[in-house]
Nanobody, 125 residues
């Protein structure tokens, strides 16, 4: 069983930055692909970014690469999402997710085995 705990969300003005963290426990983190998703009110959960088990490969939703950066520290069993130049449309609950024993990066929520509780990010204009 893998537990995921997100932190780092909050209220920020447009143009500002936030760094989200997702601490994990249980499972084998170094064999787990990790993803960040977000869900705004009234909208479906959408892929933000993903990173493979080693951290050597990352993928981003269209339009987010360049503003968002995903990274991981396997020694600390933690994945990060650095968000820069934030916009009001980035406002959402952000979730981290884990796909165990995976060599791929999936953008589909259904492919992930475990989810965190989410952290709210609010960007004011």
């Amino acid at each position: 069983q893998v537990q995921l705990v997100e932190s780092g969300g909050g209220l920020v003005q447009a143009g500002g930055s936030l760094r989200l963290s997702c601490a994990t426990s249980g499972g084998t983190f170094s064999s787990t692909a990790m993803g960040w998703f977000r869900q705004a009110p009234g909208k479906e959960r959408e892929f933000v970014a993903g990173i493979n088990w080693s951290g050597g490969v990352a993928d981003y939703a269209a339009g987010l690469k360049g503003r968002f950066t995903i990274s991981r520290d396997n020694a600390k069993k933690t994945v990060f999402l650095q968000m820069n130049s934030l916009k009001p449309e980035d406002t959402a609950v952000y979730y981290c997710a884990a796909e165990e024993l995976s060599l791929r990066i999936s953008s589909k929520p259904g492919d992930y085995d475990y989810w965190g509780q989410g952290t709210q990010v609010t960007v004011s204009s």
